[in-house]
């Protein structure tokens, strides 16, 4: 069964590979992800060394030269996606841009530690040395473009920057702000490619476009996009992914004898542990998304909160609190760890980000709980995520009570994940 598995797995990121990067599913997502591409690499990487790398240089040729490595890249134009390269407008190369182009905002930045995981599964330092420059300039980025004056935290401009798009977390932004009138006209495409329930409503979409008018509106500058757009929260994911990229820089740039770059990054880490504690909401027991203009916090409690361990951050007592959330949320479904907790209004088991089981967030999720100890949850999420790809195939996402796969199939960090992690068979290094 599982060696079944491991061939379907590998057949569904040949399919997908578009000549050197992969598109996540054909038709739905028909462009390279960054963070999809960042997790694809993890599976060629059990298979084809060489291909796992190529995967992230083509992501990196997308770098904007301000450092700024975009959520999409757009190497050649497909009808089949909105908002494609015309509703983006972002900078030509000679402007700025990447080798072609691309969203105008960025998503969660797992790449550091991705390469890291790589060179310690193949010793490739040739391949990382390559990448080490463009992935501290992507952090200097963050670090410095992303953070509104005056604050101390990475924000988040757009709920598709977090990766995490239609979750609850962003409805304290979303209803802040008001629709662009001038926004046009627009036919969404994903709702003709999958069952509409399971996607983003028609309202928010059209915050979207109007987040995206507003970059476009100020040519992308990204200092007036962070501190005047219409939407800037704080996501505890991008937070956490980013403290842990930066400990894996780290060490990435010891292995690399990079010692011009340890103050820098050393820096960032002290700033991200102490930033943590921003995120911190105890009415709940968790760390939460906020919104920066209006110091309001979430109150529910997402798979981003989980991902505190993965970063090696927060007090004991905040740990233990966001322990005893994550029981309580075992033990109301059937399969760790939904997006969205199932007690919290909002919660839909199949609509996205508010409920699913993702499997690039079960995946870094349960190695944060392996590093602090918590083998059995850890585990259960492993095999969770082994029992619903064997249940019902590659799919994007899961709903947590049923196991029914949600939205893409044949998706390409899931077969990834199957192979690098869930598979019995396989060479997990990040495991
Ligand atoms: C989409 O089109 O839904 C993507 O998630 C945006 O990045």
């Known amino acids: 069964m599982s060696r079944d598995l491991d061939q379907q797995a590998i057949d569904v990121l040949r399919q997908n590979d578009r000549g050197g990067f992969t598109v996540p599913t054909a038709r739905l997502y028909p462009y390279q992800w960054n963070w999809d591409s960042a997790f694809v690499a993890l599976g060629f990487a059990t298979f084809d060394s060489d291909r796992a790398w190529r995967e992230l240089e083509l992501?990196?040729?997308?770098?904007w030269a301000n450092g700024m490595v975009?959520?999409?890249?757009?190497?050649?134009?497909?009808?089949?996606?909105?908002?494609?390269?015309?509703?983006?407008?972002?900078?030509?190369?000679a402007d700025g841009g990447g080798l072609f182009p691309s969203g105008g905002i960025s998503q969660p930045p797992v790449l550091a530690s991705i390469v890291h995981w790589l060179v310690q599964q193949d010793g490739n330092i040739q391949r990382a040395a390559r990448l080490f420059d463009k992935?501290?300039?992507w952090h200097r980025w963050y670090h410095t473009d992303r953070v509104p004056n005056g604050h101390s935290v990475v924000a988040t401009v757009?709920?598709?920057?977090?990766?995490?798009?239609?979750?609850?977390?962003?409805e304290i932004g979303l209803s802040a702000m008001e629709i662009d009138p001038d926004i046009g006209v627009y036919e969404r495409k994903d709702t003709d490619h999958v069952d509409p329930?399971?996607?983003?409503?028609?309202?928010?979409?059209?915050?979207?476009?109007?987040?995206?008018?507003?970059?476009?509106?100020?040519?992308?500058?990204?200092?007036?996009?962070?501190?005047?757009?219409p939407f800037v929260m704080a996501d505890p994911g991008i937070h956490f992914i980013l403290l842990r990229a930066d400990r894996d820089l780290l060490a990435l740039a010891k292995r690399l004898d990079r010692a011009d770059a340890y103050s820098e990054i050393e820096n960032w880490i002290e700033l991200g542990v102490a930033a943590s504690d921003t995120f911190w909401n105890d009415d709940v027991g968790a760390f939460t998304a906020y919104d920066i203009r209006s110091g309001k916090r979430s109150d529910g409690f997402s798979n981003a909160s989980a991902l505190c361990f993965f970063a090696d951050a927060g007090s004991e007592y905040?740990?233990?609190?966001?322990?005893?959330?994550?029981?309580?949320?075992?033990?109301?479904?059937?399969?760790?760890?939904?997006?969205?907790?199932?007690?919290?209004?909002?919660?839909?088991?199949?609509?996205?980000?508010?409920g699913p089981v993702w499997p690039q967030m079960n995946h870094i999720i349960a190695k944060g709980l392996n590093e602090h100890g918590e083998h059995q949850l850890a585990e259960t999420m492993r095999m969770d995520f082994a029992v619903l790809v064997e249940q019902s195939g590659f799919y994007e996402c899961f709903n947590p009570l049923t196991g029914d796969g949600c939205i893409g199939a044949h998706f390409s960090w899931t077969a990834a994940l199957w192979l690098a992690w869930a598979s019995p068979r396989n060479n997990a290094v990040a495991a």
């Open 59 to 63: 992501l990196l040729e997308g770098q």
């Open 318 to 354: 905040q740990r233990g609190r966001t322990l005893e959330n994550m029981r309580r949320i075992q033990s109301k479904v059937r399969f760790m760890m939904p997006s969205w907790d199932p007690d919290a209004p909002m919660f839909e088991p199949q609509r996205y980000w508010c």
């Open 158 to 170: 757009h709920p598709w920057e977090t990766g995490r798009d239609n979750c609850p977390d962003w």
């Open 197 to 229: 329930t399971m996607r983003p409503s028609k309202e928010q979409y059209d915050k979207y476009v109007t987040m995206i008018k507003f970059g476009r509106d100020h040519d992308w500058d990204q200092t007036i996009i962070t501190n005047d757009g």
């Open 135 to 137: 992935v501290m300039r």
């Open 70 to 93: 975009p959520h999409i890249l757009f190497r050649r134009n497909d009808p089949d996606y909105f908002p494609g390269p015309s509703v983006w407008q972002t900078p030509s190369h």
